[in-house]
Protein backbone atom coordinates (compact mmCIF):
# COMPACT_ATOMS: atom_id res chain seq x y z
CA UNK A 1 0.00 0.00 0.00
CA UNK A 2 3.04 2.25 -0.62
CA UNK A 3 1.89 5.76 -1.91
CA UNK A 4 4.49 7.15 -4.09
CA UNK A 5 6.63 3.92 -5.25
CA UNK A 6 9.95 4.04 -7.60
CA UNK A 7 11.45 1.49 -9.56
CA UNK A 8 14.55 0.68 -9.30
CA UNK A 9 15.65 1.15 -6.11
CA UNK A 10 19.00 1.00 -6.96
CA UNK A 11 20.50 1.07 -10.54
CA UNK A 12 24.40 0.97 -11.46
CA UNK A 13 25.09 1.35 -15.38
CA UNK A 14 27.87 2.84 -17.58
CA UNK A 15 29.08 6.02 -19.09
CA UNK A 16 26.62 6.77 -22.21
CA UNK A 17 23.90 4.50 -21.65
CA UNK A 18 20.71 5.00 -21.58
CA UNK A 19 18.28 4.13 -18.40
CA UNK A 20 14.90 4.85 -17.72
CA UNK A 21 13.18 5.31 -13.43
CA UNK A 22 9.41 4.44 -13.06
CA UNK A 23 7.30 6.46 -10.64
CA UNK A 24 4.07 5.65 -9.80
CA UNK A 25 1.56 6.92 -6.99
CA UNK A 26 -1.73 5.47 -6.07
CA UNK A 27 -3.10 8.66 -3.49
CA UNK A 28 -5.31 10.06 -7.13
CA UNK A 29 -3.04 13.12 -6.93
CA UNK A 30 -2.93 15.10 -10.26
CA UNK A 31 0.64 16.42 -10.09
CA UNK A 32 3.58 14.73 -9.49
CA UNK A 33 7.18 16.12 -9.75
CA UNK A 34 11.00 14.62 -10.03
CA UNK A 35 13.86 15.77 -7.47
CA UNK A 36 17.72 15.28 -7.87
CA UNK A 37 19.70 14.31 -4.64
CA UNK A 38 23.14 15.22 -5.43
CA UNK A 39 25.98 13.63 -3.41
CA UNK A 40 26.06 16.62 -0.49
CA UNK A 41 21.76 16.14 -0.08
CA UNK A 42 20.79 19.13 -1.70
CA UNK A 43 17.52 18.36 -3.24
CA UNK A 44 16.51 20.31 -6.31
CA UNK A 45 13.54 20.25 -8.68
CA UNK A 46 13.98 19.18 -11.89
CA UNK A 47 10.36 18.56 -13.11
CA UNK A 48 6.83 18.50 -12.47
CA UNK A 49 4.03 16.96 -14.27
CA UNK A 50 -0.37 18.25 -13.58
CA UNK A 51 -2.65 16.28 -15.61
CA UNK A 52 0.04 14.62 -17.69
CA UNK A 53 1.33 18.30 -18.56
CA UNK A 54 4.45 19.37 -18.35
CA UNK A 55 4.76 22.41 -15.51
CA UNK A 56 7.73 22.85 -14.43
CA UNK A 57 11.33 22.06 -16.17
CA UNK A 58 13.86 23.68 -14.90
CA UNK A 59 17.03 23.99 -16.49
CA UNK A 60 18.02 20.73 -16.72
CA UNK A 61 20.15 18.67 -20.13
CA UNK A 62 17.85 17.34 -21.88
CA UNK A 63 19.12 14.58 -22.22
CA UNK A 64 16.84 14.40 -19.54
CA UNK A 65 12.93 13.33 -20.39
CA UNK A 66 10.25 12.97 -18.20
CA UNK A 67 7.35 11.19 -19.43
CA UNK A 68 3.66 11.18 -17.70
CA UNK A 69 1.62 8.47 -19.26
CA UNK A 70 -1.12 9.32 -16.80
CA UNK A 71 -1.87 11.23 -14.08
CA UNK A 72 -0.88 8.47 -12.06
CA UNK A 73 2.56 7.83 -13.39
CA UNK A 74 6.06 9.63 -14.16
CA UNK A 75 8.46 7.93 -16.04
CA UNK A 76 12.24 9.60 -16.29
CA UNK A 77 14.53 8.71 -19.13
CA UNK A 78 17.70 9.32 -19.38
CA UNK A 79 20.51 9.53 -22.49
CA UNK A 80 23.97 9.19 -22.30
CA UNK A 81 24.17 8.95 -18.95
CA UNK A 82 27.40 11.02 -17.45
CA UNK A 83 29.47 10.79 -13.74
CA UNK A 84 27.63 13.65 -13.00
CA UNK A 85 23.79 12.31 -13.34
CA UNK A 86 24.81 9.75 -10.23
CA UNK A 87 22.86 11.24 -7.65
CA UNK A 88 19.69 9.89 -5.77
CA UNK A 89 16.72 10.99 -7.64
CA UNK A 90 12.83 11.38 -5.74
CA UNK A 91 9.91 10.84 -7.25
CA UNK A 92 6.81 13.07 -5.66
CA UNK A 93 3.37 13.63 -5.76
CA UNK A 94 0.63 16.60 -4.94
CA UNK A 95 -2.88 16.60 -4.88
CA UNK A 96 -2.40 20.02 -7.26
CA UNK A 97 -0.47 22.10 -8.94
CA UNK A 98 -1.01 24.86 -5.77
CA UNK A 99 -0.73 24.95 -2.50
CA UNK A 100 -0.37 21.42 -1.20
CA UNK A 101 2.61 19.15 0.30
CA UNK A 102 4.24 17.04 -1.77
CA UNK A 103 4.62 13.10 -0.90
CA UNK A 104 8.00 11.57 -1.61
CA UNK A 105 9.03 8.48 -2.90
CA UNK A 106 11.61 6.21 -1.69
CA UNK A 107 14.18 7.29 -4.27
CA UNK A 108 16.60 5.88 -6.56
CA UNK A 109 20.19 5.93 -5.91
CA UNK A 110 21.42 6.17 -9.58
CA UNK A 111 25.29 5.40 -9.93
CA UNK A 112 27.33 6.10 -13.26
CA UNK A 113 30.81 4.84 -13.69
CA UNK B 1 14.23 33.01 -7.51
CA UNK B 2 13.37 32.10 -4.68
CA UNK B 3 15.94 30.57 -2.19
CA UNK B 4 16.20 29.08 1.51
CA UNK B 5 19.32 28.62 3.59
CA UNK B 6 19.77 26.63 6.99
CA UNK B 7 22.47 27.07 9.14
CA UNK B 8 24.53 24.57 10.97
CA UNK B 9 25.02 21.81 8.67
CA UNK B 10 26.06 19.35 11.59
CA UNK B 11 24.34 19.56 14.52
CA UNK B 12 25.32 16.60 17.38
CA UNK B 13 23.60 16.46 21.02
CA UNK B 14 22.74 14.13 23.26
CA UNK B 15 19.42 13.17 24.44
CA UNK B 16 17.03 15.09 26.51
CA UNK B 17 18.89 18.02 25.01
CA UNK B 18 16.58 20.91 22.99
CA UNK B 19 16.87 21.55 19.64
CA UNK B 20 16.15 24.61 16.87
CA UNK B 21 17.20 24.68 13.53
CA UNK B 22 17.13 27.85 11.45
CA UNK B 23 15.79 28.36 8.47
CA UNK B 24 15.28 31.73 5.83
CA UNK B 25 13.73 32.29 2.79
CA UNK B 26 14.16 34.97 0.15
CA UNK B 27 10.78 35.95 -1.33
CA UNK B 28 9.19 38.93 -1.01
CA UNK B 29 5.58 37.64 -1.30
CA UNK B 30 3.53 35.10 0.73
CA UNK B 31 5.00 31.76 1.02
CA UNK B 32 4.14 28.44 1.94
CA UNK B 33 6.84 27.15 4.44
CA UNK B 34 7.62 23.06 5.14
CA UNK B 35 10.07 21.03 7.44
CA UNK B 36 10.87 17.75 5.94
CA UNK B 37 12.60 14.76 7.60
CA UNK B 38 14.94 11.81 5.81
CA UNK B 39 15.69 9.26 8.37
CA UNK B 40 19.10 7.31 7.29
CA UNK B 41 18.32 5.21 4.20
CA UNK B 42 14.49 6.29 3.86
CA UNK B 43 12.67 8.81 1.93
CA UNK B 44 11.34 12.66 2.85
CA UNK B 45 8.46 12.60 5.48
CA UNK B 46 6.51 15.66 5.96
CA UNK B 47 7.44 17.50 9.56
CA UNK B 48 4.78 19.82 9.24
CA UNK B 49 4.11 22.75 7.17
CA UNK B 50 2.50 26.31 7.11
CA UNK B 51 0.50 27.75 4.84
CA UNK B 52 -1.28 30.81 6.92
CA UNK B 53 -3.01 31.63 10.22
CA UNK B 54 -1.31 30.78 14.02
CA UNK B 55 2.41 31.45 13.03
CA UNK B 56 3.26 28.49 15.00
CA UNK B 57 2.84 25.19 13.69
CA UNK B 58 2.77 22.21 15.90
CA UNK B 59 4.05 19.06 13.49
CA UNK B 60 4.25 14.93 14.21
CA UNK B 61 6.76 13.74 17.09
CA UNK B 62 7.06 16.75 19.37
CA UNK B 63 8.30 19.03 16.36
CA UNK B 64 7.27 22.79 16.21
CA UNK B 65 8.21 25.68 14.26
CA UNK B 66 7.64 29.38 13.90
CA UNK B 67 6.63 31.43 10.63
CA UNK B 68 8.36 35.06 11.55
CA UNK B 69 7.57 37.19 9.08
CA UNK B 70 9.80 40.23 9.73
CA UNK B 71 12.56 37.78 9.97
CA UNK B 72 11.57 35.80 6.77
CA UNK B 73 11.97 32.61 8.67
CA UNK B 74 10.53 29.45 9.87
CA UNK B 75 12.50 27.75 12.73
CA UNK B 76 12.07 24.26 13.98
CA UNK B 77 12.23 23.39 17.40
CA UNK B 78 11.97 20.21 19.43
CA UNK B 79 12.29 20.79 23.23
CA UNK B 80 13.93 17.22 24.27
CA UNK B 81 15.57 15.39 21.22
CA UNK B 82 15.48 11.08 21.02
CA UNK B 83 18.00 9.05 19.25
CA UNK B 84 15.33 8.51 17.33
CA UNK B 85 15.34 11.90 15.88
CA UNK B 86 18.67 11.31 13.98
CA UNK B 87 18.17 12.14 10.71
CA UNK B 88 18.85 15.14 7.99
CA UNK B 89 16.05 17.73 8.33
CA UNK B 90 15.39 20.20 4.90
CA UNK B 91 13.39 23.54 4.77
CA UNK B 92 11.59 24.05 2.06
CA UNK B 93 9.65 26.78 0.52
CA UNK B 94 7.73 27.79 -2.60
CA UNK B 95 5.50 30.93 -3.19
CA UNK B 96 1.87 30.63 -2.09
CA UNK B 97 -0.02 28.83 -4.78
CA UNK B 98 2.90 27.74 -6.69
CA UNK B 99 4.52 24.04 -6.18
CA UNK B 100 7.83 24.97 -7.18
CA UNK B 101 9.76 24.01 -3.89
CA UNK B 102 12.74 25.11 -2.82
CA UNK B 103 14.88 23.30 -0.52
CA UNK B 104 17.60 24.47 1.62
CA UNK B 105 20.72 22.56 2.20
CA UNK B 106 19.67 20.13 5.01
CA UNK B 107 20.44 19.97 8.24
CA UNK B 108 22.08 16.85 9.48
CA UNK B 109 21.23 16.00 13.50
CA UNK B 110 23.07 13.53 15.47
CA UNK B 111 21.51 12.74 18.77
CA UNK B 112 23.86 10.90 21.13
CA UNK B 113 22.20 8.65 23.24
Known amino acids: DTAVSQ???YLVT???NDKSIKCEQN???????????????????MFSYNNKEL?????VPNRFSPKSPDKAHLNLHINSLELGD????FCASSQGS??????????????VT | AQSVSQHNHHVILSEAASLELGCNYSYGGTVNLFWYVQYPGQHLQLLLKYFSGDPLVKGIK???????KSKFSFNLR???????????????????????LAFGKGNQVVVIP
Open chain 1, 86 to 89: SAVY
Open chain 1, 98 to 111: GTYEQYFGPGTRLT
Open chain 2, 62 to 68: GFEAEFI
Open chain 1, 55 to 59: IINET
Open chain 2, 78 to 100: KPSVQWSDTAEYFCAASPYGNNR
Open chain 1, 14 to 16: QMG
Open chain 1, 27 to 45: LGHDTMYWYKQDSKKFLKI
Open chain 1, 7 to 9: TPK
